[in-house]
């Protein structure tokens, strides 16, 4: 089944310790998404890459980074990961055009900072 | 900015009762409304979406939502819940290409 894939579903990290967390599509859209969610929060959009294009919220911390090289996958690099970074991620992909974009999610990945 | 408001963040129900989530938004322009659900250990999933024509739309497992647009408004409603409805659901607005703000999401728990 075409899906959206991330790995590894938990990580734990060290204060600081630069972490990548990833994410793969067998969808073939060409935009994706990475989601920050809080316990008890709405997700909260973090950036975006339509096709090659990455697309900043202005509000996302320079801490976070992104990377997509190719259309299949997209990585969330958290340079220096704080405590307040603890956090269910998400990635979405959609496809643009025609009807509004249905956003399709991966299962997260919940990161643990120590 | 926009905002998307979900009351009452626990619901607790028996099964058969009637189910009702009020969704706001503020967002001034044209706007998409969805409602997702994510089930216990799943990722999230669309329940439903509008975008234009009959307000009134349905979708997956006998769910339905209603768009007003003077209320600035999209609740979600089943009539008749089952056990396998606990979910946390959320209510989603789209706006400005291709970005989502949610609301905080109702976590429901229908009791058998």
């Known amino acids: 089944d075409a899906m959206v894939i991330q790995n590894p579903r938990y990580q734990v990290t060290q204060f600081g310790k630069p972490v990548t967390l990833s994410c793969s599509q067998t969808?073939?859209?060409?935009?994706m998404y990475w989601y920050q969610q809080k316990s008890s929060q709405a997700p909260k959009l973090l950036f975006h890459?339509?096709?090659?294009?990455?697309?900043n919220e202005a509000d996302t911390p320079d801490n976070f980074q992104s990377r997509r090289p190719n259309t299949s996958f997209c990585f969330l690099d958290i340079r220096s990961p704080g405590l307040g970074d603890a956090a269910m991620y998400l990635c979405a992909t959609s496809r643009e055009g025609g009807d509004p974009e249905t956003q399709y999610f991966g299962p997260g990945t919940r990161l643990l900072v120590l | 900015a926009q905002s998307v408001s979900q009351h009452n963040h626990h619901v607790i129900l028996s099964e058969a009762a009637s189910l009702e989530l009020g969704c706001n938004y503020s967002y001034g322009g044209t706007v998409n409304l969805f409602w997702y659900v994510q089930y216990p250990g799943q990722h999230l999933q669309l329940l439903l979406k509008?975008?234009?024509?009959?307000?009134l739309v349905k979708g997956i497992k006998g769910f339905e939502a209603e768009f007003i647009k003077s209320k600035f408004s999209f609740n979600l409603r089943k009539p008749s819940v089952q056990w396998s409805d606990t979910a946390e659901y959320f209510c989603?607005?789209?706006?400005?290409?291709?970005?989502?703000?949610f609301g905080k999401g109702n976590q429901v728990v229908v009791i058998p």
């Open positions: 509008y975008f234009s024509g009959d307000p």
């Open positions: 969808l073939n859209h060409n935009v």
């Open positions: 890459y339509y096709d090659k294009d990455f697309n």
């Open positions: 989603a607005v789209s706006y400005g290409n291709n970005r989502l703000a």
